[in-house]
């Protein structure tokens, strides 16, 4: 048996398509059913459902043999053990640097002011930060990043943008871009010597399918 491990919404949804490549069709909708193990039309491939912040997680102790991930989430956990042949070019987006309308990060990145970043992405911004030299106090947060230049609990944030409409929507500006994003394809490498021949049929479809649409 083969498993992958995917998350609900974007992750799931591109990811069907480069399955389809592979000659594999989930059978069951994760929008209308409850189940977190899904079968696919392979009697020897499943998917699994977990948070997207949890699949480096799943593949790395071998939950999953293999599974899609941000590029930003593996940063986040490190990527220790597990083996990184593709980038899918799904879910594409960047991270950035945002602050309010009216927050001067020019000046205060010139004057070397401490300023207070919130983020769920500390190791991204940690390092970010560091390199450019700016001291900065760091605010984990788990989500709604977008309410902390808001509220005054922090003066910019670290999040993700695609279109803007976000940041737009509550006033805030991007300032920085920190870096490209897009999904991975992550596998675990004890299954990639147990179960060579059905992983690697897996990862060739997936990278023609990725080639196919560049
Ligand atoms: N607006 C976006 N446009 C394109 N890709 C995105 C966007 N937001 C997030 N992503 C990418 O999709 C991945 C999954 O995002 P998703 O919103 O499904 O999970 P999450 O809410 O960030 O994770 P968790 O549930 O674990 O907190 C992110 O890690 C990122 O790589
Ligand atoms: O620039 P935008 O296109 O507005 O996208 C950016 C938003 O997308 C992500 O959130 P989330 O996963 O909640 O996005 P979603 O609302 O698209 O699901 C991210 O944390 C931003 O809040």
New binding site residues.
Partial sequence: MITLAL?????FDETLPLLAAAGIAVTEDPETSRKLILGTNQPGVRVVLV?????PTYVQHGGADLGV?????LLEHGGEGLYQPLDLK????RMSVAVRADFDYATAVRQGSRIRVAT?YTQIARRHFADKGVHVDLIKL??SMELAPLTGLAEAIVD????GS?LRANHLVEVEEIMR???RLVVNQAALKLKREPIRSIIDAFAGAVDARA
């Fill in positions: 998350s609900k919404g974007r992750i948070r997207a912040s949890d699949v991930t941000g590029k930003d989430t799904i879910a594409r987006c769920k788990y989500g993700l943008v695609s279109t976000t994003i897009s999904s």
